[in-house]
């Protein structure tokens, strides 16, 4: 491989997707790209705007909101209308709101373009729902990480509660059923497997585990940082 790779991690929430893209990013010495924080970025864009809910200003109001990536010492940082937003949007609410309306064709096409620019020279990993069916169709490697309903809730539940989080294991759960179904069922660039992907089925596995598999079919594919 001469340009480095683009690997890309797709999965529902709560299937360990970020701390392990995250880590196998650290690990290969790549950029690590979490496109969830671009939708909930437009999400919290568009509660700041007073957004009601309504799909007919949907596509004009994210046409309007500019959401910017900036790389600041290897990590990407999310602005949107020139406030630095990055820490405040990993909260169920926005969540919530980030599947809704990541499910409008306008708010997904406004996202493309920031995606595919900033892996263009590759040396990414891209973490996300469409991430190697959609955007980076033709990328090296692609994972595909999944686990039960019940394990991804209980691993959401400790951290929110351990981010301080007034929460149940039942609402999380609530939480994670409705993100499936939205996430699965869109019309555009719905969650699925990609053809092409290795399935990693993270129930009962600790982290460190699952990310020791990924990084021996990272080295068997050659994307290792040393070549
Ligand atoms: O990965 P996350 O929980 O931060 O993502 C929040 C929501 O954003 C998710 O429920 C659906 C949407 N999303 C998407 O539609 N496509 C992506 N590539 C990433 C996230």
Do not use: H
Request: glycine letters at 10%.
């Amino acid at each position: 491989m001469n340009r480095k790779p683009v690997v890309t991690i797709d999965g529902p929430a709560g299937a360990g997707k970020s701390t392990i893209s995250r880590e196998v990013a650290r690990r290969l010495c790549f950029l690590y790209l979490d496109t969830g924080a671009l939708y909930r970025a437009v999400a919290y864009g568009l509660t700041v705007r007073g957004y009601s809910g309504n799909d007919a200003e949907l596509a004009g109001l994210c046409r309007s909101l500019r959401v910017e990536l900036q790389n600041r010492d290897g990590e990407l940082r999310v602005s949107v209308d020139g406030e630095e937003v990055t820490g405040k949007l990993r909260t169920e609410e926005i969540g919530i709101l980030a599947s809704t309306v990541s499910a409008s064709p306008a708010v997904r096409e406004a996202l493309l373009s920031l995606q595919r620019d900033i892996a263009a020279e590759g040396g990414v990993v891209a973490e996300g729902r469409d991430m190697g069916t959609v955007v980076f169709p033709g990328a090296e490697v692609k994972f595909f990480l999944d686990a039960s309903v019940e394990e991804r809730a209980e691993r959401r539940y400790r951290e929110l509660i351990g981010k301080g989080e007034r929460t149940s294991l039942a609402e999380v759960t609530r939480g994670i059923v409705i993100r499936d179904r939205q996430d699965r069922e869109r019309a555009v660039s719905p969650l699925r497997v990609p053809p092409d992907a290795r399935i990693i089925d993270t129930t009962g596995k600790p982290i460190p585990q699952v990310v020791d598999i990924m990084m021996r079919i990272l080295e068997d594919a050659g994307a290792s940082p040393a070549r």
